[in-house]
């Protein structure tokens, strides 16, 4: 997913830099320039962006004080022409310090730092799906297989099944993609949930699902891979 970029500088040149320099890389995203830090103060307010490249010398209101200003702000890349500042900015914890004039692969490797240093965001425990009228939350990790049936699945759980109006093939782009296998152009299996592998067959607990002759290697080297223990 692209990283979505907010400039704020007072030069018109900068900005126009700045935009260039995000226009040539592929995974990030221009949503806006802005010429002052009280002009961000209103857009991020009830906009949200990834990357904030910031100036420090503003009229108004300087970059530091924007920050300071932020309840929770975004990764800040500081763009400034006065390198006396580069200490304010790592004390603020910004990602990284670009002084002007810069190379577009200084500005790369400043991008790659910021991302290089986002917290990994935690996984999803649970789905909501639509059955019986209500919404029902189904625990990721309860789920052992699930089977299609014409324009429905079937979520089968450690406790019980649900069916709802979905396509298998989007409930699998829902779901974790190192916690579920397509085995079957009808079933989507969970890795932990499988006991037993025989032939083209795979139980999971006491339910036998035939794998796809096309999608057999694959499935045994997902589940079995390098932890087959045999005579030598």
Do not use: W
């Given at each position: 997913?692209?990283?979505?970029?907010?400039?704020v500088?007072?030069?018109?040149?900068?900005?126009?830099?700045?935009?260039?320099?995000?226009?040539?890389?592929?995974?990030?995203?221009?949503?806006?320039?802005?010429?002052?830090?009280?002009?961000?103060?209103?857009?991020?307010?009830?906009?949200?962006?990834?990357?904030?490249?910031?100036?420090?010398?503003?009229?108004?209101?300087?970059?530091?004080?924007?920050?300071?200003?932020?309840?929770?702000?975004?990764?800040?890349?500081?763009?400034?022409?006065?390198?006396?500042?580069?200490?304010?900015g790592?004390?603020?914890?910004?990602?990284?310090?670009?002084?002007?004039?810069?190379?577009?692969?200084?500005?790369?490797?400043?991008?790659?730092?910021?991302?290089?240093?986002?917290?990994?965001?935690?996984?999803?425990?649970?789905?909501?799906?639509?059955?019986?009228?209500?919404?029902?939350?189904?625990?990721?990790?309860?789920?052992t297989?699930?089977?299609?049936a014409?324009?429905?699945?079937?979520?089968?759980?450690?406790?019980?099944?649900?069916?709802?109006?979905?396509?298998l093939?989007?409930?699998?782009?829902?779901?974790?993609?190192?916690?579920?296998i397509?085995?079957?152009r009808?079933?989507?299996?969970?890795?932990?949930?499988?006991?037993?592998?025989?032939?083209?067959?795979?139980?999971?607990?006491?339910?036998?699902?035939?794998?796809?002759?096309?999608?057999?290697?694959?499935v045994?080297?997902?589940?079995?891979?390098?932890?087959?223990?045999?005579?030598?």
């Open positions: 997913m692209n990283k979505r970029c907010c400039i500088d007072d030069e018109p040149l900068a900005r126009k830099g700045l935009e260039d320099f995000v226009a040539q890389t592929p995974f990030l995203e221009h949503v806006v320039s802005l010429s002052s830090a009280i002009e961000a103060i209103q857009f991020l307010k009830d906009n949200t962006v990834d990357l904030l490249f910031l100036d420090i010398q503003m009229p108004d209101m300087t970059g530091i004080e924007l920050m300071e200003a932020l309840s929770d702000p975004p990764k800040v890349i500081f763009t400034t022409a006065h390198r006396e500042f580069a200490l304010d790592f004390e603020l914890n910004v990602a990284d310090f670009l002084l002007k004039p810069f190379s577009y692969s200084r500005f790369l490797k400043a991008v790659n730092k910021a991302i290089a240093s986002e917290p990994p965001k935690k996984a999803p425990d649970h789905i909501f799906i639509k059955c019986d009228g209500m919404l029902v939350k189904v625990l990721i990790d309860d789920i297989y699930i089977e299609t014409k324009d429905y699945i079937h979520i089968h759980t450690t406790t019980e099944t649900y069916l709802t109006l979905v396509s093939k989007h409930i699998e782009s829902e779901l974790p993609k190192e916690k579920f397509r085995v079957h009808y079933y989507l299996v969970a890795l932990a949930h499988i006991t037993k592998l025989e032939g083209n067959l795979l139980y999971v607990a006491d339910n036998r699902i035939t794998i796809s002759r096309t999608l057999r290697n694959s045994y080297e997902a589940v079995v891979g390098n932890k087959l223990i045999e005579r030598e």
